[in-house]
């Protein structure tokens, strides 16, 4: 399998998933910038959206979206439990969990990153970020992680858009149980190969 990925993009949480399998994955770094992998291909022969993440399997299909592609990767290595068992009641919490981190925080920073967004509609989604932001911390202030007592897929996506507070200037600092649950998920050696394998470990 291939997975194209951009350094401490989404496709993080992919990588994160795959190191934590063990699956074997080919990392291919596609510039987001000029939509060219390192080799030079057009990435969006591979995927015609242009972004990250995308998986080629074996077969030559190609699967886009994080968390269809972090569900996809738990599913080849159940014996990990990094996802509950499809059609159990815990696997739809599971995916509760992904669309919550997907479309109410991944996509509420789109806004943050860019730079043509004027300074008073950044402040409502500013606003709205913490909002969602302080739901989540109330969940890990009694439970180490999304689901429970254990990591899941869930738990790469959330540690991986939580991880881009610092370059939008959002202060996670007011929700201790959310500070303390990105150093529990950053000390996994899944998590500190694949940081070091995108080069962003200082």
Not at 105 to 115: G, R, S
Not at 125 to 136: I, N
Request: glycine content about 6%; some cysteine.
């Amino acid at each position: 399998m291939k997975l194209y990925y951009s350094p401490g993009a989404c496709s993080l949480s992919p990588h994160i998933v795959a190191i934590e399998t063990g699956a074997p994955v080919e990392l291919v770094r596609v510039d987001l910038g000029t939509g060219q992998t390192e080799s030079g291909q057009d990435y969006r022969k591979i995927n015609p959206d242009g972004y990250v993440p995308a998986l080629v399997l074996a077969d030559g299909d190609v699967l886009t979206e994080g968390p269809a592609i972090v569900q996809y990767l738990a599913d080849q290595a159940a014996e990990k439990g990094l996802a509950p068992p499809p059609g159990s009641r815990e696997r739809y919490h599971l995916m509760q969990w992904l669309n919550f981190i997907s479309t109410e925080l991944h996509k509420t920073y789109a806004a943050l990153f860019d730079p043509r967004v004027q300074p008073d509609c950044k402040a409502l989604f500013t606003e709205r970020l913490t909002q969602r932001f302080a739901h989540v911390a109330a969940v890990l202030e009694t439970q180490p992680y999304l689901m429970g007592e254990r990591f899941t897929v869930a738990d790469a996506y959330l540690f991986t858009v939580s991880s881009w507070a610092p370059y939008v200037g959002f202060d996670l600092s007011p929700w201790p149980a959310l500070t303390a649950y990105q150093g529990r998920v950053a000390a996994r050696p899944a998590v500190q190969q694949a940081l070091a394998e995108e080069g962003l470990l200082k």
